[in-house]
């Protein structure tokens, strides 16, 4: 079994700053895994990109995202983070932390989602 923890969601006020992190762990060890990204689902919305990183490092962020979050990845421990800077009351939304092609020993998962993690922002 494979999966994604999330934590660092909260309460915070507009203009703070928060830090997520997502952590793919299991009973199986994990070989590979390609893509790893953020996303987001505010109430009433559908879900939406936030920020993605290759295994080769490369970076992609919503046009949202852009200059207020940093997304970083330790390949050692396949953990991805997510800095968020100067947040916006608009940035609420349950975060949720997905992986692509997590390769093991003996099985391959498309992809993977965490359960999600809920950031307030405060005007």
């Known amino acids: 079994q494979v999966q994604l923890v999330e934590s660092g969601g909260g309460l915070v006020q507009s203009g703070g700053s928060l830090r997520l992190s997502c952590a793919a762990s299991g009973t199986k060890s994990i070989f590979s895994i390609n893509a790893m990204g953020w996303y987001r689902q505010a109430p009433g919305r559908e879900r939406e990109f936030v920020a993605s990183?290759?295994?080769?490092?490369?970076?992609h962020y919503a046009d949202a995202s852009k200059g207020r979050f940093t997304v970083s990845r330790d390949y050692a421990n396949n953990i991805i983070d997510l800095q968020m800077n100067n947040l916006k009351p608009e940035d609420t939304a349950v975060y949720y932390c997905k992986a692509d092609d997590v390769f093991g020993f003996d099985y391959r998962f498309p992809e993977l989602w965490g359960q999600g993690t809920l950031v307030t922002v405060s005007a």
């Open positions: 990183i290759t295994r080769g490092g490369t970076t």
